[in-house]
């Protein structure tokens, strides 16, 4: 049962807290979440699906986007990648009073912050930095060199929880998906 009205809720966190998994279980146990679909220029990793993950696009397509002013943020993230996120499709969610889960990164927490202010923003953190990095490593989705840069943007991001209205720590995937979604007014609890 919806406990409030519909809005913008930002999910943003350091590399490998969670974000993605736990958003994946808002998406699996919490259908009338609405999660928006970011666009990157990065490759796929093992088992992502385009549209369902991101919607991975060419560096030519990205830029078009931007100069058309289709994103509502985007940003390079590790030094390497653009991520953004399409603006008409949260835009039509909300607008049909759909409650959406936004999950990026920090810079894009922030490039939302100043375009969509009434959004509410939530910082996901884990339950401590070597935590973190046991995650990171445990992936094996990157190389050393790609963990290292990883954890150095890592560092910065944690500094930021404070910049946010709600800090969620990641624990238990379950347990922060349901604080998420009592935040976000979806639930009562």
Known sequence: MTTTPARLTVLAGPTAVGKGTVSADVRDRYPQVWLSVSATTRPAR????????????SADEFERMVEAGELLEWAIVHGVHRYGTPRGPVRQRLDAGQHALLEIDLQGARQVRQT????????????????????????GTEDEAERERRLQTARVELAAAS???HVIVNDDVHRATDELVRVMGVVSG
């Not at 093992?46 to 696009?57: K, L, M, Q, S």
């Not at 923003?121 to 445990?138: I, K, T, Y």
């Open 163 to 165: 910049e946010f209205d």
């Open 46 to 57: 093992p088992g992502e699906i385009d549209g369902v993950h991101y919607h991975f696009v």
């Open 116 to 139: 969509m202010p009434d959004a509410q923003f939530v910082f996901l953190a884990p339950p401590s930095f070597d935590e973190l990095v046991r995650r990171l490593v445990g992936r």
